[in-house]
């Protein structure tokens, strides 16, 4: 059955929804985006998507066109006209339509909203129990990795580069740290028991996945580290996981060649993932 999809104001089928060749986002990838997971039909952690949205909208002087209020409602009735019980809500704004130019167009330029569904049976996946495989690369993407924008052709060409070596994923490297990875934030738990985390700044987006777990490391007694941690502290690291709104919290089992702790999801791990399941479907809206 044919999705309906959001259109600046208009509910269209998926093969009506229509953007323009002269569309900003197309020619520019000048546009944000943002994810909402959810679980029984309700939105999960959406305050937090929704806050950072207006950050990366402030970052690049584009116009959110609805209120807090109206984007919420929005976002309600692409579940509820969609039947969607599980998946994701994948949101984008550009800047809108002009014609090609470096230059930003008016301010008055009515940006473009879209927003569409994926249905994905979240709870029950497959790499939460094995674990997945990362191969590190190099990080090639710009600079303000912290604003969430669709420039994400390297992501997608290191993501790829990962398969061909055997890999689920990449994990980025850049001057000799962890960044992220494709898609995720990445995250190890050290020899003392200690979870370890990049600290936020613009070379890594602030995961709305990855603060709740921090939350929730620290409520029950879990040391955490916000700090950058070298490939060779990954290796010898007794777990290692990522987080994202579309997979939770997922074991990292191998990292290159080499075998994360005994080679198996670990117990903190699974606790992190059960946890953020239980509460976050708990609170979502």
Not at 213 to 234: D, M, Q
Request: glycine share 6%; proline share 5%; with cysteine.
């Amino acid at each position: 059955m044919s999705r309906v999809v959001y259109l600046d104001g208009a509910w269209l089928p998926e093969e009506e929804a229509k953007v323009s060749v002269f569309d900003r986002g197309f020619l520019m990838a000048d546009a944000i985006y943002e994810v909402t997971c959810v679980l029984d039909g309700k939105l999960v952690e959406y305050p937090g998507h929704a806050a950072r949205l207006q950050r990366s909208a402030r970052e690049l002087g584009i116009v959110v066109p609805l209120s807090e209020e109206a984007l919420l409602a929005v976002h309600r009735e692409i579940v509820a006209r969609n039947a969607l019980d599980q998946g994701m809500i994948y949101l984008q704004l550009t800047r809108g339509v002009a014609d090609r130019d470096f230059a930003y167009p008016p301010a008055d330029t009515p940006p473009t909203l879209v927003l569409f569904t994926q249905a994905k049976n979240v709870l029950e996946n497959r790499a939460a129990e094995t674990g997945i495989a990362v191969s590190l690369l190099p990080d090639l993407r710009w600079g303000r990795r912290d604003i969430k924008t669709i420039q994400l052709l390297y992501p997608s060409m290191a993501k790829m580069e990962a398969k061909a070596r055997g890999a689920d994923d990449a994990w980025l490297v850049e001057e000799g740290h962890v960044t992220e990875a494709t898609a995720a934030s990445a995250h190890i738990v050290n020899d003392q028991g200690v979870l370890v985390t990049r600290d936020l700044s613009h070379a890594l987006l602030p995961g709305i996945t990855r603060a709740s777990v921090l939350e929730l490391a620290a409520r029950h007694g879990i040391r955490v580290e916000e700090r950058a941690f070298t490939p060779e502290e990954a290796k010898v690291a007794r777990e290692a996981f990522i987080t994202s709104a579309t997979n939770f919290v997922v074991p990292v089992t191998r990292i290159d060649e080499t075998s994360v702790g005994t080679g198996a999801p670990g117990p903190l791990t699974r606790d992190l993932r059960r946890l953020y399941v239980e509460t976050r479907r708990a609170a979502a809206i």
